[in-house]
């Protein structure tokens, strides 16, 4: 059984994908010790989580109006998760609550600017394009997919169709695929999809693994010529956009992070604000730095979450280099 609650009208940013709940361990030495064995920690937290959980409420904070679509359990965890939306002003009429199912969640191990994740998919993979309301895609301003490959046998056979009717409807897409835990790293279902994405937002390993290429400089052609726009996240270093043929590095001044849970979703959310402002991409990108930046300064994805102004004024500080025309070399 599937429960719905009440939709609203004209979304600026619908998000696709997956909301658990973050069990969040913050300290130098994470390595757990068996036989029953008990080590002390820094800190532990029960934050928001989800990829796209986290990009939603990240837009939110920046102003947009956002709807979320994914699914999670008639359980405990799923209700932290609907409140938490809805005390942020995220729309869950679209999250599917499923009888019988736990929801995901997820342990994240974080050692400042590295972390290690444990996930247990729950009622994230039921997710499917028929559970994407197409009244919700027609009135959207931009979608956006997280996580795909957690949603690749799911979501990902309904993918490409739901993004061009969505884009025939007006909207704008993008899609961050996220890491692989199968280590495939898509096939022509992606590809396909790919075809319908106008920015495609992986991290720099990603990249390389879903082109099948040996570098970044390869990668970037590989994957423009299926099609979208890259905004390739390059951590401390910045970020690298592709535009057809033109590339351009921004680099914001170094900043001294607590926890990077989530930075690279509070990116995608401040890159499709500045896109929805009208932005060009490497703009756009540079108001996703700086939200994702400013999402660092506390543990979890969405403690630290900046408004649009704060994230305005951090991003006048950032470098953007138009480096030429051609094959990148980052």
């Known amino acids: 059984m599937t429960e719905r609650r009440g939709a609203r009208r004209g979304a600026d940013l619908v998000v696709v994908g997956d909301c658990n709940p973050d069990v969040l361990v913050l300290g130098d030495d994470l390595t757990p010790s068996f036989g029953q064995q008990e080590k002390l920690v820094d800190g532990m937290w029960l934050v928001v989580g989800?990829?796209?959980?986290?990009?939603?409420?990240?837009?939110?904070?920046?102003?947009?109006?956002v709807e979320l679509v994914a699914a999670v359990g008639a359980d405990p965890a799923g209700d932290f998760m609907l409140a938490q939306m809805a005390r942020e002003g995220v729309g869950t009429a679209a999250v599917a609550v499923r009888e019988g199912m736990p929801t995901g969640?997820?342990?994240?191990?974080?050692?400042?600017?590295?972390?290690?994740?444990?996930?247990?998919?729950?009622?994230?993979?039921?997710?499917?394009?028929?559970?994407?309301?197409?009244?919700?895609?027609?009135?959207?301003?931009?979608?956006?997919?997280?996580?795909?490959?957690?949603?690749?046998?799911?979501?990902?056979?309904?993918?490409?169709?739901?993004?061009?009717?969505?884009?025939?409807?007006?909207?704008?897409?993008?899609?961050?695929?996220?890491?692989?835990?199968?280590?495939?790293?898509g096939d022509g279902q992606l590809r396909a999809s790919l075809a319908q994405t106008d920015v495609l937002l992986p991290n720099e390993q990603e990249a390389v693994r879903i082109a099948g290429q040996p570098n970044l400089p390869a990668a970037t052609d590989a994957l423009t010529a299926a099609g979208p726009r890259l905004a390739v996240k390059l951590g401390e270093r910045?970020?690298?956009?592709?535009?057809?043929?033109?590339?351009?590095?921004?680099?914001?001044?170094?900043?001294?992070?607590?926890?990077?849970?989530?930075?690279?979703?509070?990116?995608?959310?401040?890159?499709i604000a500045g896109l929805l402002r009208g932005l060009a991409l490497s703009d756009a990108a540079t108001l996703g730095c700086a939200v994702g930046a400013l999402s660092t300064r506390a543990a979890g994805g969405t403690a630290s979450c900046p408004d649009l102004a704060s994230a305005l004024a951090l991003a006048q500080t950032a470098t953007v280099r138009r480096a030429g025309e051609g094959t990148p070399s980052p």
Do not use: K
């Not at 989800?50 to 109006?65: H, Q």
């Open 238 to 271: 910045g970020v690298l956009c592709v535009d057809g043929r033109v590339w351009h590095r921004v680099e914001l001044p170094p900043v001294t992070p607590v926890d990077t849970t989530g930075a690279g979703d509070c990116f995608n959310a401040g890159l």
């Open 105 to 185: 969640m997820t342990v994240a191990l974080s050692r400042g600017a590295d972390r290690a994740i444990l996930t247990a998919l729950g009622a994230i993979t039921s997710l499917t394009a028929p559970d994407v309301p197409a009244a919700l895609l027609a009135q959207a301003r931009h979608v956006h997919i997280s996580s795909y490959f957690l949603l690749e046998r799911s979501l990902g056979p309904g993918l490409a169709a739901m993004l061009a009717a969505a884009r025939a409807a007006g909207a704008t897409t993008s899609l961050d695929t996220n890491w692989d835990p199968a280590g495939e790293w």
């Open 50 to 65: 989800g990829s796209a959980a986290i990009t939603a409420v990240a837009a939110a904070r920046l102003g947009l109006s």
